[in-house]
């Protein structure tokens, strides 16, 4: 019986790919948006980083394409300029609670990728406290493990 679970869990997930998963995108393009206006100015290194982390993830690039995707993040920061904003961008990304572990942490480590480009400010740590809370994801535990060096 798990294996014919397995396989309709996977057509599921395939058809939400190619129909574009909404729930999904906003709530990597608000978590990118909360952390790149955390400090006040938005730097084209960190849009560029959260345009490129969106189309990385393999469920998005088949449902968005890049233009798609620079409007849902233009519209997140947008948003994200204003305290109301901010809460509705949280929202989205709360929407995304009851997926799957990895899609969560994804759209974590996009956001924690956006925040390091000189360095996480203080500012941008808080921002990622809140997404942390909002997608039921260990905070510490993904910092910890994307800066740990692999070892050879």
Same mark, same amino acid.
């Given at each position: 019986?798990? /294996?014919? &679970?397995?396989? /309709?869990?996977?057509?599921?997930? &395939?058809?939400?790919?190619?129909?574009?998963?909404?729930? /999904?995108?906003?709530?990597?393009? !608000?978590?990118?948006?909360?952390?790149?206006? =955390?400090?006040?100015?938005?730097? !084209? +290194?960190?849009? %560029?980083?959260?345009?490129?982390?969106?189309? &990385?993830? *393999?469920?998005?690039?088949?449902?968005?394409? =890049? /233009?798609?995707?620079? +409007?849902?993040?233009?519209?997140?920061?947008?948003?994200? $300029?204003? $305290?109301?904003?901010? =809460?509705?961008?949280?929202?989205?990304?709360? @929407?995304? #609670?009851?997926? *799957?572990?990895?899609?969560? %942490? !994804?759209?974590?480590?996009?956001?924690?990728?956006?925040?390091?480009?000189?360095?996480? #400010? +203080?500012?941008?740590? @808080?921002?990622?406290? +809140?997404? @942390?809370?909002?997608?039921?994801?260990?905070?510490?535990?993904?910092?910890?493990?994307?800066?740990?060096?692999?070892?050879?």
């Amino acid at each position: 019986m798990s /294996l014919v &679970a397995d396989f /309709l869990t996977r057509v599921a997930r &395939a058809v939400t790919a190619y129909a574009g998963d909404e729930t /999904l995108i906003q709530g990597a393009v !608000s978590a990118a948006a909360n952390v790149m206006v =955390a400090d006040g100015e938005v730097a !084209s +290194e960190e849009f %560029e980083t959260a345009l490129t982390g969106v189309l &990385a993830s *393999p469920i998005l690039e088949k449902g968005y394409d =890049a /233009l798609m995707v620079e +409007e849902a993040l233009y519209e997140a920061i947008g948003r994200a $300029r204003t $305290r109301a904003g901010r =809460a509705d961008n949280l929202r989205r990304i709360s @929407a995304m #609670a009851g997926r *799957p572990g990895d899609q969560r %942490e !994804s759209v974590f480590l996009l956001a924690a990728d956006v925040a390091d480009h000189d360095g996480i #400010a +203080e500012i941008e740590h @808080a921002a990622l406290t +809140e997404i @942390a809370a909002a997608l039921i994801v260990d905070r510490d535990r993904l910092l910890d493990a994307v800066a740990a060096k692999p070892t050879r």
